[in-house]
């Protein structure tokens, strides 16, 4: 019986932590294409993943969490824009972000920007929401801040 009772409980715990995994675009066409069928706007993350000690912080502290994980379900397209110092990335990749990187002006990590984007006459238009970084405090006081720039 407790064995029984151990596996429903490692089964059940299987789809809670699935349930809880976020998917982050990295391609911004295909999540421009998401945000448009779903009408939310993208949160672009610019983070150097592998070497942005306060990136890797933001992850552990906000980004990987079950509040952020519900948040951003149900109001934002996640989008993860990395400048990795060590893993490996396609060459269009590297070029979308460093495009991205100069047209939002981006000039320390983590950045995150929440966007509305259009195109019009095949020219894409980014309208900017808000733009914030690590936020002390955990989820609550970064959703804080996310929330106030979703509400204007």
């Known amino acids: 019986m407790k064995k029984i009772i151990v ?7 299987s789809f ?20 448009t069928e779903t009408k ?7 983070t150097g993943s ?5 990136c890797i912080r933001l992850q552990k502290e906000v980004l990987k969490t079950p509040e952020f994980a519900a948040w951003a379900k149900e109001n ?4 993860e824009l990395d400048y990795p110092r060590k893993a490996p990335q396609t060459e269009e ?8 990187q100069m047209a939002f002006g981006i000039q320390g990590f983590p950045t995150i920007i929440l966007a509305n984007a259009t195109t019009k006459e095949g020219k894409v238009n980014f309208e900017g929401i808000g733009s914030t970084g690590y936020v002390a ?3 609550s006081a970064w959703l ?5 720039f979703l509400k204007k």
Do not use: R
């Open 7 to 13: 596996a429903l409980l490692l089964f059940a715990g």
């Open 16 to 35: 809670a932590a699935e349930a809880q995994e976020l998917v982050w675009e990295t391609n911004v066409t295909k999540a421009m294409a998401i945000s």
């Open 93 to 100: 990749i590297k070029k979308q972000n460093n495009e991205l």
């Open 76 to 79: 934002v397209v996640l989008v």
């Open 137 to 139: 405090g955990g989820p």
């Open 144 to 148: 804080a801040v996310a929330n106030g």
């Open 50 to 54: 592998d070497w942005c000690g306060w």
């Open 40 to 46: 939310k706007p993208l949160l672009l993350f610019f």
